[in-house]
């Protein structure tokens, strides 16, 4: 037989980020605790017995048995437009986790650290800074790479975060519409983008990157050409392009 | 017993009698993929039988090209739970392919470019339900969906249908395929909902 | 196309068959001698199953699927799993 690792969580909150992701606060019983960068696996099941899971980054630190996660909504997805929309306060889902132990950050840990974000692969990245905030001061760079500030998640407390948390940077990079003061011009993040706003290889700095497949592999492709070692460099794709 | 999350029913199960049990109806066409997609120029392709007794008859894209082609409609079902009604494609029967190949096989082992393979009864192949199949929708098979050329058996679920294909083992037993050494059905019937070992 | 998913998302499917976390251990692959972390390997999936192969060759390491009653394992395109042991 095997153990069934699945444990019922209802939805407590739900806070819209942006037109397009939504925050889930799950509250599941005896929840063990994670650490940030982990995830969980979200299973929901139909009347008929039809089952379908997903894989979802956890987006704050412990607290008790509440786990937040950020969902971005795809279109036509079986999963992400009924967790962004339909699943109602008190509504059961199952929760596999926490899960992972390779995309993870200590506070431990006392290197600098560069994350670096594709659109919705912010989520386990804000984990990280959000326990940073308060036990640890290592030195963290977020570059943020998004389409158009519209679809900038954590927009506000990032902004906040940057101005208050000591050793926090935070840069943006816009690749369709960019805002209109802004200096660098809409594209993809470049080498430009990664030595303005990064560490230099030689301060041996942990770099997370977390983002469509695509984007990971051409930012770890960057970080690998300027001297990044690849032991120090920890990737998470979810999919997509 | 998992607990069941009021209002969730997945995509729903279409009511159109066309559409197996347990499938749902797409109007996209998704890919699914177990590897890098193999890029091979046309030129470079080839079709392989291999009979039960080792007798190998090999086809190149020229040879294709000058056999018979048939157009066909047909409805495609993955074991994913998608089904795609009306596809059309243009492709080589494979009783046309077969035609000359002397065997008393009763299984057909395929092989695909990137190591893919998929087993299925040798008469499942026979009688117009088989295809080399090269273009889809009036154009060239992208690669994406197998092209340059891939197998088309439509009334079995779609991973028998195998892309990039490059040739055909005839054997004497049954040999299971890349999901059929998994747990996936031997034979692969929707109408039956044959998607697991034991359906 | 390239791999939709890393070894990170076989955390939850590979947790219902080891004991430990397995996307920190490290596969050798059988094919060409490369040391991987499991987190590190390129996975395709999730349907009809998951295959997670050597970032350096290709060559498939692990398979996983899910049916009505069974999960079904393939790790013969590994040379070795190595997996970290409880108080190590």
Known sequence: ?241 | MPIITRGFRGHRSGDDERLPPGQYLTHDFPVLSTGPTPLIPPEEWSFTVTTETGVRHEWSWTDLMTLPAEEVTVDLHCVTRWSKLDTAWRGVSLDVLLEDVETVADYALVHSHGGYTTNLPLEDLLDGQAWVAFEYDGDALTSEHGGPARLLVPHLYLWKSAKWVRGIDLLLEDDPGFWEQLGYHEYGDPWREQRYQGD | MTATYDGNMLAGPLSDVFAVEVTTATACCGGCGRNSTVAELAVYGPGPGLVARCPGCDDVLLRVTRTADSIWLDLAGMASLRLPAAGG
């Open chain 1, 1 to 241: 037989m095997v153990r069934s690792a699945w444990r019922p969580a209802a939805l407590v909150d739900r806070r819209p980020e942006t037109a397009t992701a939504t925050t889930l606060v799950l509250q599941a019983q005896d929840w063990p605790g994670h650490l940030p960068g982990q995830h969980v696996d979200v299973r929901l099941t139909a009347e008929d017995g039809y089952q379908a899971s997903r894989s979802y980054s956890i987006a704050a630190p412990t607290d008790g048995d509440r786990i937040e996660v950020t969902v971005q909504r795809l279109e036509n997805g079986e999963v992400s437009p009924f967790l962004a929309d339909d699943l109602a306060v008190d509504d059961e889902v199952e929760l596999r986790g926490p899960l992972g132990g390779w995309f993870v950050w200590r506070p431990e840990q006392r290197e600098p650290v560069l994350l670096v974000a594709g659109g919705s692969g912010i989520v386990p990245l804000m984990s990280m800074i959000r326990v940073r905030a308060g036990t640890s001061r290592a030195p963290f760079r977020l570059i943020y790479s998004v389409r158009s500030p519209a679809d900038r998640i954590y927009a506000a407390e990032l902004r906040r975060r940057s101005a208050e948390d000591g050793g926090l940077d935070v840069a943006w990079v816009h690749t369709r519409v960019a805002p209109e003061n802004d200096p660098r011009p809409p594209g993809r993040l470049t080498p430009d983008d990664l030595a303005a706003h990064g560490w230099p290889p030689d301060f041996e700095p942990t770099v997370y990157v977390c983002g469509p497949t695509g984007f990971v592999e051409s930012v770890a492709a960057m970080l690998l050409a300027t001297g990044h070692d690849a032991t120090r460099i920890r990737t998470e794709r979810f999919g997509g392009a």
